[in-house]
Protein backbone atom coordinates (compact mmCIF):
# COMPACT_ATOMS: atom_id res chain seq x y z
CA UNK A 1 0.00 0.00 0.00
CA UNK A 2 1.68 3.45 -1.27
CA UNK A 3 1.39 6.56 0.83
CA UNK A 4 -1.87 7.93 -0.87
CA UNK A 5 -4.10 4.59 -0.36
CA UNK A 6 -2.41 4.01 3.12
CA UNK A 7 -3.55 8.32 4.26
CA UNK A 8 -7.05 7.45 2.30
CA UNK A 9 -7.14 4.30 5.07
CA UNK A 10 -6.12 6.63 7.72
CA UNK A 11 -8.62 9.16 7.08
CA UNK A 12 -11.57 6.50 6.32
CA UNK A 13 -10.51 5.13 10.23
CA UNK A 14 -10.07 8.55 12.03
CA UNK A 15 -13.22 9.73 10.63
CA UNK A 16 -14.29 6.49 11.92
CA UNK A 17 -12.73 6.81 15.34
CA UNK A 18 -14.07 10.36 15.92
CA UNK A 19 -17.75 9.01 15.57
CA UNK A 20 -17.20 5.98 17.76
CA UNK A 21 -17.78 2.68 15.04
CA UNK A 22 -14.39 1.06 14.99
CA UNK A 23 -13.79 -2.17 16.05
CA UNK A 24 -11.14 -3.53 17.56
CA UNK A 25 -9.17 -4.14 14.40
CA UNK A 26 -9.88 -1.39 13.30
CA UNK A 27 -8.97 0.75 16.43
CA UNK A 28 -5.28 -1.18 16.32
CA UNK A 29 -4.97 -0.44 12.46
CA UNK A 30 -5.86 3.70 13.03
CA UNK A 31 -3.19 3.40 16.15
CA UNK A 32 -0.75 2.10 13.77
CA UNK A 33 -1.19 4.63 11.01
CA UNK A 34 -1.48 7.52 13.62
CA UNK A 35 1.87 6.89 14.41
CA UNK A 36 2.88 8.18 10.58
CA UNK A 37 -0.03 10.70 10.21
CA UNK A 38 -1.08 11.83 13.54
CA UNK A 39 -4.72 13.11 14.44
CA UNK A 40 -6.48 16.20 14.57
CA UNK A 41 -7.87 17.61 17.23
CA UNK A 42 -9.62 19.63 15.88
CA UNK A 43 -12.20 16.77 14.52
CA UNK A 44 -12.73 15.57 18.07
CA UNK A 45 -13.75 19.15 19.04
CA UNK A 46 -16.08 19.27 16.19
CA UNK A 47 -17.33 15.77 16.71
CA UNK A 48 -18.20 17.16 20.21
CA UNK A 49 -20.08 20.06 19.02
CA UNK A 50 -21.89 17.95 16.41
CA UNK A 51 -23.17 16.02 18.74
CA UNK A 52 -24.19 18.72 20.96
CA UNK A 53 -26.34 20.16 17.61
CA UNK A 54 -28.08 16.77 17.69
CA UNK A 55 -28.66 16.50 21.56
CA UNK A 56 -29.06 19.76 22.74
CA UNK A 57 -30.40 21.45 19.90
CA UNK A 58 -27.97 24.34 20.42
CA UNK A 59 -25.95 26.18 17.91
CA UNK A 60 -22.48 24.90 16.34
CA UNK A 61 -19.90 26.92 17.80
CA UNK A 62 -16.61 25.92 15.79
CA UNK A 63 -13.07 25.67 17.43
CA UNK A 64 -11.05 28.41 17.01
CA UNK A 65 -9.21 26.58 14.61
CA UNK A 66 -11.85 25.25 12.28
CA UNK A 67 -12.86 29.51 12.85
CA UNK A 68 -9.95 30.56 11.31
CA UNK A 69 -9.34 28.25 8.43
CA UNK A 70 -12.89 28.85 7.47
CA UNK A 71 -12.81 32.63 7.17
CA UNK A 72 -9.27 32.17 5.38
CA UNK A 73 -10.81 29.73 2.52
CA UNK A 74 -14.28 31.50 2.00
CA UNK A 75 -14.71 35.09 3.53
CA UNK A 76 -14.54 37.48 0.49
CA UNK A 77 -13.31 40.30 2.06
CA UNK A 78 -11.85 41.40 6.01
CA UNK A 79 -14.42 42.83 8.22
CA UNK A 80 -13.80 45.65 10.69
CA UNK A 81 -16.03 43.75 12.73
CA UNK A 82 -15.45 40.17 12.81
CA UNK A 83 -17.27 38.37 15.65
CA UNK A 84 -15.08 36.35 17.56
CA UNK A 85 -17.05 33.03 16.83
CA UNK A 86 -18.52 32.04 13.44
CA UNK A 87 -22.28 30.07 14.80
CA UNK A 88 -24.39 27.89 12.66
CA UNK A 89 -27.65 27.21 13.44
CA UNK A 90 -28.49 23.57 13.97
CA UNK A 91 -30.62 23.06 11.30
CA UNK A 92 -27.70 22.49 9.08
CA UNK A 93 -25.41 20.82 11.32
CA UNK A 94 -24.53 17.66 9.69
CA UNK A 95 -24.37 19.11 6.91
CA UNK A 96 -21.67 21.31 7.86
CA UNK A 97 -19.92 18.98 10.00
CA UNK A 98 -19.14 16.64 6.77
CA UNK A 99 -17.55 19.16 4.63
CA UNK A 100 -15.82 20.79 7.74
CA UNK A 101 -14.75 17.33 8.68
CA UNK A 102 -13.74 16.56 4.82
CA UNK A 103 -11.96 20.20 4.32
CA UNK A 104 -9.96 19.87 8.22
CA UNK A 105 -8.54 16.32 7.08
CA UNK A 106 -7.54 17.20 3.18
CA UNK A 107 -6.31 20.55 3.88
CA UNK A 108 -3.96 19.80 6.92
CA UNK A 109 -2.80 16.58 5.19
CA UNK A 110 -1.87 18.21 2.31
CA UNK A 111 -0.67 21.20 3.39
CA UNK A 112 1.83 19.19 5.63
CA UNK A 113 2.92 16.62 3.09
CA UNK A 114 6.16 17.52 0.97
CA UNK A 115 4.65 18.75 -2.19
CA UNK A 116 7.24 17.07 -5.21
CA UNK A 117 8.48 13.92 -5.43
CA UNK A 118 12.14 15.01 -4.81
CA UNK A 119 11.16 16.21 -1.32
CA UNK A 120 8.63 13.20 -0.32
CA UNK A 121 12.39 11.60 -1.39
CA UNK A 122 13.85 13.52 0.73
CA UNK A 123 11.59 12.70 3.74
CA UNK A 124 11.75 8.88 3.43
CA UNK A 125 15.18 8.74 3.63
CA UNK A 126 15.46 11.11 7.03
CA UNK A 127 12.75 8.85 8.64
CA UNK A 128 12.60 5.50 7.40
CA UNK A 129 15.33 3.48 9.27
CA UNK A 130 15.11 0.80 7.40
CA UNK A 131 14.65 2.49 3.66
CA UNK A 132 17.26 0.12 1.74
CA UNK A 133 19.12 1.84 -1.36
CA UNK A 134 20.34 -0.48 -4.60
CA UNK A 135 21.43 1.56 -7.50
CA UNK A 136 20.42 0.90 -11.09
CA UNK A 137 22.47 -0.77 -13.59
CA UNK A 138 21.96 -1.01 -17.29
CA UNK A 139 20.15 -4.04 -18.47
CA UNK A 140 21.53 -3.91 -22.28
CA UNK A 141 23.74 -2.05 -24.72
CA UNK A 142 20.62 -0.21 -25.63
CA UNK A 143 20.32 1.48 -22.77
CA UNK A 144 24.09 1.71 -21.62
CA UNK A 145 23.60 4.93 -20.01
CA UNK A 146 20.83 4.37 -17.81
CA UNK A 147 21.83 4.97 -13.95
CA UNK A 148 20.05 6.13 -10.88
CA UNK A 149 18.73 4.09 -7.92
CA UNK A 150 16.33 3.02 -6.35
CA UNK A 151 15.08 3.62 -2.29
CA UNK A 152 12.59 1.55 -0.87
CA UNK A 153 10.71 1.24 3.11
CA UNK A 154 9.55 -1.81 3.82
CA UNK A 155 7.89 -0.81 7.02
CA UNK A 156 5.90 2.21 4.83
CA UNK A 157 5.63 0.47 1.89
CA UNK A 158 6.80 3.63 -0.34
CA UNK A 159 9.79 4.07 -2.63
CA UNK A 160 11.16 6.26 -5.00
CA UNK A 161 13.44 5.98 -7.86
CA UNK A 162 16.16 8.79 -9.93
CA UNK A 163 16.66 8.13 -13.09
CA UNK A 164 18.91 9.67 -15.46
CA UNK A 165 20.35 9.10 -19.00
CA UNK A 166 17.22 6.81 -19.85
CA UNK A 167 15.64 8.54 -23.09
CA UNK A 168 12.56 9.73 -23.41
CA UNK A 169 8.77 7.94 -24.58
CA UNK A 170 5.74 8.56 -26.55
CA UNK A 171 3.52 7.93 -23.97
CA UNK A 172 1.05 6.98 -26.89
CA UNK A 173 3.40 3.88 -28.34
CA UNK A 174 5.44 2.93 -25.53
CA UNK A 175 5.97 3.36 -21.42
CA UNK A 176 8.04 2.43 -18.79
CA UNK A 177 6.92 -0.30 -16.13
CA UNK A 178 8.61 -1.23 -12.73
CA UNK A 179 8.75 -4.42 -11.88
CA UNK A 180 9.26 -5.72 -7.87
CA UNK A 181 10.63 -9.09 -7.53
CA UNK A 182 10.26 -10.58 -3.70
CA UNK A 183 10.79 -14.15 -3.98
CA UNK A 184 9.41 -14.41 -0.16
CA UNK A 185 6.21 -13.43 -1.43
CA UNK A 186 5.84 -15.08 -4.56
CA UNK A 187 7.73 -16.13 -8.08
CA UNK A 188 5.56 -13.39 -10.29
CA UNK A 189 6.98 -9.66 -9.91
CA UNK A 190 5.16 -7.55 -8.17
CA UNK A 191 3.52 -4.57 -10.57
CA UNK A 192 5.48 -1.41 -9.49
CA UNK A 193 3.76 1.22 -11.30
CA UNK A 194 3.82 2.63 -14.97
CA UNK A 195 5.76 6.09 -15.97
CA UNK A 196 7.12 8.03 -18.43
CA UNK A 197 10.54 10.19 -18.74
CA UNK A 198 9.74 13.30 -20.31
CA UNK A 199 12.46 14.60 -23.25
CA UNK A 200 14.43 17.08 -22.16
CA UNK A 201 14.87 15.80 -18.69
CA UNK A 202 18.19 15.33 -16.75
CA UNK A 203 16.87 13.38 -14.09
CA UNK A 204 13.42 12.51 -12.58
CA UNK A 205 12.44 10.95 -9.76
CA UNK A 206 9.61 8.60 -9.72
CA UNK A 207 6.92 7.69 -6.88
CA UNK A 208 6.77 3.66 -6.53
CA UNK A 209 3.34 2.28 -7.16
CA UNK A 210 3.20 -0.87 -5.68
CA UNK A 211 0.36 -2.59 -6.55
CA UNK A 212 0.38 -5.27 -3.85
CA UNK A 213 2.77 -5.32 -0.39
CA UNK A 214 6.77 -6.45 -0.66
CA UNK A 215 8.31 -7.23 2.06
CA UNK A 216 11.56 -8.65 1.25
CA UNK A 217 12.12 -6.63 -1.94
CA UNK A 218 15.21 -8.67 -4.42
CA UNK A 219 15.42 -6.76 -7.28
CA UNK A 220 13.55 -4.19 -8.76
CA UNK A 221 13.55 -3.95 -12.49
CA UNK A 222 12.53 -1.48 -15.17
CA UNK A 223 11.23 -2.84 -18.73
CA UNK A 224 9.66 -0.78 -22.03
CA UNK A 225 5.77 -1.83 -22.22
CA UNK A 226 3.15 -1.12 -24.19
CA UNK A 227 1.00 2.08 -22.98
CA UNK A 228 -0.85 1.57 -19.98
CA UNK A 229 1.71 -1.29 -19.20
CA UNK A 230 1.27 -4.84 -18.96
CA UNK A 231 -0.27 -7.69 -16.54
CA UNK A 232 2.50 -9.55 -16.84
CA UNK A 233 5.97 -8.58 -18.57
CA UNK A 234 7.40 -11.00 -21.45
CA UNK A 235 10.56 -8.64 -20.64
CA UNK A 236 11.18 -7.92 -24.23
CA UNK A 237 12.99 -4.56 -23.41
CA UNK A 238 14.77 -4.49 -20.50
CA UNK A 239 16.01 -0.95 -19.35
CA UNK A 240 17.48 -1.30 -16.08
CA UNK A 241 17.97 -3.41 -13.00
CA UNK A 242 18.90 -2.90 -9.58
CA UNK A 243 19.12 -5.66 -6.90
CA UNK A 244 19.95 -6.11 -3.30
Known amino acids: MNVEDRWTRFEELDAGRVLGDLDAAELAEWQELSRDFGSDDALDQLAAEVEAVLILEKPLVLPPA ?46 SQPSTPEKRLSVLVEKAADAKRLPFAPASDSYAGAKGEVVWSDSRQEGYMTLSNI ?26 GVFDIPAGASSVVIPIDAKLAVR ?10 QPGGVVKSKQEVVVALAKS
Not at 167 to 192: C, F, H, M, S
Not at 216 to 225: D, G, N, R
Open 66 to 111: VAARLKREFAPAPATNTASKIVIGPWIGWAVAACLLGLLVVNSFFS
Open 167 to 192: PANDPTKRQYQLWIVDPARDEIPVDG
Open 216 to 225: SPAAFVITLE
